[in-house]
């Protein structure tokens, strides 16, 4: 089954490509298994909030890859500290007139911060844990509070198997009341202060025997 792909990720694409330039996508990427909130933080090595800096997209074994140099705004957890750099890849982008979209995958745009679960890559690049749903742009409400969204280019999720959702509350660790939600449930539209505080939390719990 084919899934349309998200707006603001064809509008991002677009934007970059020349005219006359060819656009490829992977209709396999559409759908997704949801990733539980614990799961998410446990599989990550660092959480920070970034701005990507440059961004450059090559060719490797028939794939566009993009690789985005990030600045750690603010640490949240794990490895990247506060003003580090880091490298991050992702499968799409633009290379000469040739375009490739990817759904599912966590899209990085030069000066648009995002807080980002982060695992260890290839060659020394990170990659972005659960792909695009360990992204979540960081936004300006009404208010001018800051807010945590969930990337638009997540795509269809689909339910995690029951064995998942209850693989929090069977672990030896302290049960908390966020052990059994999903990553989006927690932080979608919350205040960034207040995800920061959840997310330092889960870690706390999760990774205190590392």
């Known amino acids: 089954m084919r899934f349309p792909r998200t707006a603001a990720l064809a509008a991002s694409l677009f934007l970059a490509l020349p005219l006359g330039a060819t656009v490829t996508t992977d209709a396999q990427a559409s759908v997704s298994i949801a990733v539980v909130f614990d799961a998410l933080v446990r599989e990550s090595s660092a959480v920070a909030i970034v701005t990507p800096l440059e961004q450059r997209s090559v060719w490797e074994d028939g ?3 993009t690789y985005s140099r990030v600045r750690a705004d603010q640490a949240v957890a ?3 500290a506060a003003g580090g750099e880091a490298w991050i890849r992702t499968l799409g ?3 000469g007139h040739i375009g490739q979209l990817v759904d599912g995958e966590p899209v990085l745009t030069n000066g648009r911060p995002s807080l ?3 695992r260890p890559g290839s060659a020394g690049t990170l990659e972005v844990t659960a792909r695009a749903q360990g992204q979540f742009a960081v936004t300006l409400d009404d208010t001018k ?4 969204m969930r990337s638009s ?3 269809v999720l689909l339910p995690p198997p029951k064995s998942v959702q209850t ?3 069977q672990s030896a660790v302290p049960l908390a009341p966020t052990s059994t939600l999903l990553a989006h449930e927690v932080l979608h539209n919350k205040k960034l202060d207040d995800g920061v505080r959840d997310i330092a939390l889960a870690w706390k719990r ?3 025997s590392k």
């Not at 509070?145 to 945590?148: D, K």
Request: hydrophobic content about 50%; aromatic content about 8%; overall charge positive.
């Open 206 to 208: 999760l990774h205190a």
């Open 116 to 118: 980002l679960f982060m």
């Open 153 to 155: 280019s997540v795509g």
């Open 167 to 169: 693989q929090s509350a």
């Open 78 to 80: 794990g490895d990247l």
């Open 145 to 148: 509070a800051q807010r945590l």
């Open 93 to 95: 982008g633009v290379v």
């Open 63 to 65: 794939r566009i890859y």
